[in-house]
């Protein structure tokens, strides 16, 4: 049998044609950083542009369009390991993206910003994206002139820090050197009884002035909770939960973390106790506390709890 003989076909210096009015144009605006299509004599505006309407094989009219540069996929491939023939040379995905203005689609590469090989496609890339043409900085009037579609920014991480001091009033103050000492101090109204951690030095209620001081423990219930999926340097890891405690002694629920426990496990009635940083790490502050865990206790009844959310 005689061996296998590879054989090349090859126009050496490239394969050379006219490509005519409608496609010279489109290729010319291409490389000018522009998108156009032409308009069929029923109205269609085709992109890219043919000579002739494919519906009905009538020559289209001599009226281009410029559309997008915006588009929207319509529909997707994924490459998660793309040869040395592909535009790319990192996971990309080919899309059939339709600009705004058209009323046809053409298949390009998607750049969604993956560069591990073998890797997933990403939960973003979706049919109905939004996207937009990634041009090279050297065009020559090829279709080739777009390096890919990238989608459009949507979101955005800006850092953000606010420094300012806060100062305390008598109350607050008050409250702080207790925090230094270990303890956990309220104010007890004379009038309706109910202590406020941390104190204020008024009552919520019926507010007027309080004095009497009350410390109150270090465990509590939790009322409500929210589950956080955004990272906190407070928190041990993400997601997280913020959750409002009713300490013992207490009236008034206080904000705090909560951890030691799964985030979907934590529930309305949750007997937590305080985690405290170690004493040589303490100051007049509230973060003494790192955040509350389980106590191990039963759980408290919603109808016990329900007055304090």
Request: proline residues 8%.
């Amino acid at each position: 049998m005689p061996s296998e003989v590879n054989h090349v076909l090859e126009f050496p210096g490239g394969y050379t044609r006219s490509v005519g009015p409608v496609i010279g144009r489109f290729l010319t605006e291409l490389r000018d950083g522009r998108l156009v299509g032409v308009r069929t004599e029923a109205g269609r505006v085709l992109f890219p542009p043919l000579e002739y309407d494919p519906d009905t094989g009538d020559a289209v009219t001599e009226e281009f369009v410029e559309v997008g540069p915006a588009g929207t996929v319509e529909s997707w491939s994924w490459v998660a390991e793309p040869l040395g023939s592909h535009p790319l040379d990192r996971p990309f995905a080919w899309a059939l993206i339709k600009p705004d203005g058209a009323d046809t689609a053409f298949v390009h590469a998607l750049d969604v910003g993956v560069h591990e090989r073998g890797a997933e496609p990403p939960k973003r890339l979706r049919t109905g994206m939004r996207v937009r043409p990634k041009y090279r900085a050297e065009r020559t009037g090829s279709i080739a002139d777009i390096e890919a579609f990238q989608p459009e920014v949507t979101m955005i991480t800006s850092p953000t820090r606010l420094e300012f001091e806060l100062k305390p009033g008598r109350a607050l103050e008050r409250f702080f050197e207790g925090m230094a000492e270990g303890r956990i101090l309220g104010h007890k109204c004379e009038i309706c009884g109910k202590v406020t951690v941390p104190m204020k030095g008024l009552c919520p209620k019926d507010g007027v002035p309080t004095s009497q001081e009350v410390e109150v423990a270090d465990t509590g219930t939790v009322t409500t909770f929210a589950v956080n999926n955004l990272p906190d340097p407070r928190a041990p890891q993400v997601p997280f939960v913020s959750a409002y405690v009713l300490l013992d002694g207490a009236d008034i629920a206080m904000l705090t973390l909560v951890a030691g426990i799964d985030a979907d496990k934590v529930r309305m009635g949750m007997r937590v106790k305080a985690v405290w940083k170690p004493r040589e790490e303490w100051g007049a502050t509230i973060q003494n506390i790192r955040w509350f865990e389980p106590s191990g206790e039963d759980d408290v009844s919603f109808e016990a709890i329900q007055e304090y959310m």
